[in-house]
Structures are given as structure tokens and as C-alpha cells.
Nanobody, 121 residues
Framework: QVQLVESGGGLVQPGGSLRLSCAAS????????MGWYRQAPGNQRELVAE???????NIADSVKGRFTISRDKAKNMVYLQMNSLKPEDTAVYYC???????????????WGQGTQVTVSS
């Protein structure tokens, strides 16, 4: 079994910062891309940022310059540093990872349970 567990969400005022963390654990052979998605009420889930095993990143235009994604491969963790937060960043943030669970198996996406981020004064 593979588990992704997020932490670090909460309530923050506009202009504030939060750092989300996601830890992958369980039966893991290798991890390819790791990333963060978010879903606000009434909206579809959207990509926020992703990082490959080689360290290349892809950041959504809506958060570029404010959010930074990083990864600790040794610990199977991915982070999302969110600065200059805006009310429109309010959403449930989900960790995602493409994982090969065992040698010779296909990679498949795994999701965390989500963590709420609320930006409000």
C-alpha cells in the first residue's frame, strides 16, 4: 500500500504565507513526478505545481512568482511554499505522485486526502 499524507494547511490572512508538506510512504519502488493540485468549491481540480524526479518544475500561471515547489527525494517528500496568498487561493490542496510500487510494475497516480487552505481576513 502507498500512502500520501499532506500537512501544513490552515487559515491565513491575505498576503501571508503557508508551507504544505506531503510524505509518501509504503510499498514504493520509485517515484516519478510529484505535485500539488487544488480544488475550490464548484471548480474542477487544477494543477498548481509539479516537479519531476530530475528537478524540473511546472508552475501554474496563476501562482507563478508566489508559489515554489521543492522535493526531498531521500525522504519521499514534496513541499509547496506559498507566499503572497490571495483569497482566490482558497481551496483544498491535494498531493499527487506518480509511483512505481514494485519492480516491473507500471507507474500509477496516487493522491493524498487533501488539506484545506483558507485565505481570509
Amino acid at each position: 500500500q502507498v500512502q500520501l499524507v499532506e500537512s501544513g494547511g490552515g487559515l491565513v490572512q491575505p498576503g501571508g504565507s503557508l508551507r504544505l508538506s506531503c510524505a509518501a510512504s509504503g510499498r514504493i519502488f520509485s517515484i516519478n513526478t510529484m505535485g500539488w493540485y487544488r480544488q475550490a468549491p464548484g471548480n474542477q481540480r487544477e494543477l498548481v505545481a509539479e516537479i519531476t524526479s530530475g528537478g524540473s518544475t511546472n508552475i501554474a500561471d496563476s501562482v507563478k512568482g508566489r508559489f515554489t515547489i521543492s522535493r526531498d527525494k531521500a525522504k519521499n517528500m514534496v513541499y509547496l511554499q506559498m507566499n503572497s496568498l490571495k483569497p482566490e487561493d482558497t481551496a483544498v490542496y491535494y498531493c499527487n505522485a506518480l509511483i512505481i510500487a514494485g519492480f516491473g510494475e507500471f507507474r500509477r497516480p496516487y493522491w493524498g486526502q487533501g488539506t484545506q487552505v483558507t485565505v481570509s481576513s
